[in-house]
């Protein structure tokens, strides 16, 4: 087999075998194929697409490149949910413990943050001690003893993703959809969940920018995933505004804990009722959506949720005493408000702006390298649909930084103020399986 022949098959719309996909995938992981040559195809398939079967075999390929997780040592059904990335976005934090209260099992591997989406391992950093670093066999015994871990990943896990992806980053062919669903279902597929759900994000802050091209990324991965024989299936969010209210570390964590409290913001805990009622649904626990619904206010209620936080973080070595006191958790030295001089409805959050925003006062990194403020970050005030007046404080910046007036300005043009009354969104647009 020879590389240029499948380059130029696929160039003139050719559909690969996977005895073809299988020779450059795993050619490319053993250096034996140039980056050239990879580069070429990956154009060639952003222009041609991939039929169905294309999409599953190199899924698959690239799922067994390396190393995968044999969950088989923790019983039961295990679920998994993965988001494509979003502002203020700390669904596992606070889902994750409502569902494992509920029975499920969720065997978690999250990732950092980096530019404007923070990172579910950095947030859980926040809480002093908590280790998201554990090996294997901890990781299995922690989720068999109490239902929970969430850490970051020790395999190595999809190295023909890390190379592609690198890659892709700089010829310009990362916007394929063949290749970001086989990319993320590879990853998601090694982590050895018997069940996934997917939260797609769409809208400015996100990776896909319209509702269509989201749902065109759901409907594929959904496919892929199936035919792997997991449970696959997705919900659509809206990134045009941050989840939630709170966005940077530390934050993010209390308003997780808040909403195992049950006072957590009505679009978060929306979605995380709605997302885990299907998890439960996907591990058997419930017959129906409706019934896990239930289930999950139940935990909250009876503070099972709240408890199942506390057991993680001590499993995994963190002080759980500023989980019941979050007010422990140290703040910045400045909160400033950021005050409206228009009177009118809130048409947009750009997620974009307020996640660059933060991660400018301290929050996030701008590369690996950079050290996060746990403390710093936006707290909004105001949510699209809320109505507003001159004078209105639209959100705080948390920060311990000094000179920040730009940052502040660019806070404020993040918030788009119309006179006509605007609607408030659904937490979720639309459920696909
Ligand atoms: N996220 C991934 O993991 N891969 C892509 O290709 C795009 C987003």
């Keep these: ?62 799922e067994h490149s390396g190393d995968t997780m044999d969950l088989s040592k923790i019983k039961g059904i295990k679920v998994d949910k993965h988001s494509t990335g979003g502002v203020g976005d700390k669904t596992s934090i606070a889902l994750g413990p409502m569902v494992a209260a509920c029975g499920a099992k969720l065997a978690k591997m999250s990732g950092r943050g980096l530019g404007h989406t923070g990172g579910t391992l950095d947030k859980l950093e926040s809480i002093p001690g908590m280790k998201v670093f554990i090996d294997e066999e901890q990781f299995f015994k922690q989720v068999n003893d109490i239902g929970i871990a969430i850490v970051g990943q020790t395999s190595k896990l999809v190295p023909a993703d890390k190379k592609m992806y690198a890659l892709r980053d700089v010829t310009g062919t990362v916007e394929s959809l063949p290749l970001i669903a086989s990319s993320i279902m590879s990853k ?15 809208g400015n802050g996100a990776f896909m920018k319209t509702f269509e091209d989201a749902k065109k990324l759901a ?24 989840l939630g209210l709170a966005i940077g570390n530390a934050l993010e964590v209390k308003e997780a804990i808040d909403t195992l409290n049950g006072h957590g913001p009505k679009d978060f805990e929306e979605l995380c009722l709605q997302s885990g009622a299907i998890m439960l649904e996907q591990a058997k626990i419930v017959k129906n959506e409706e019934e896990g619904r239930q289930k999950l206010i139940e935990v909250i209620h009876n503070g099972k949720a709240l408890e199942k936080l506390c057991e993680m973080v001590k499993y995994q070595g963190g002080d759980e005493s500023y989980i019941l006191h979050p007010e422990k958790f140290e703040l910045a030295k400045h909160i400033i408000p950021i005050i409206s001089n228009k009177d009118g409805y809130i048409k947009q959050i750009v997620a974009l702006k307020i996640g660059e925003s933060s991660m400018k006062l301290g929050g996030g990194r701008e590369t690996f390298e950079d050290v996060i403020d746990m403390a710093a970050g936006i707290v909004l005030n105001k949510k699209v649909g809320d109505k507003v007046n001159v004078g209105d404080i639209l959100c705080y910046a948390h920060t311990n930084k000094e000179n920040i007036d730009d940052i502040l300005n660019e806070i404020h043009e993040a918030f788009e103020i119309v006179d006509e009354v605007v609607s408030k969104p659904n937490s979720i647009h639309l459920y696909v399986k």
């Design 188 to 202: 998601k597929l090694a982590s050895g969940s018997d069940c996934i759900l997917l939260d797609v994000k769409f």
């Design 1 to 62: 087999m020879r590389m240029v022949d499948i380059i130029t098959k696929k160039r003139d719309g050719g559909i690969l075998t996977r005895e073809e996909i299988s020779f450059f995938v795993n050619g490319y992981v053993e250096n034996k194929i140039p980056d050239y040559q990879i580069s070429a195809l990956m154009m060639a398939i952003l222009f041609k697409g991939m039929n169905k079967e294309e999409i599953v075999n190199l899924t698959d390929i690239m």
């Design 219 to 242: 409907l594929t991965m959904c496919e892929i995933g199936n035919a792997l024989n997991r449970d696959t299936r997705a919900v659509l969010t809206d990134m045009s505004q941050p």
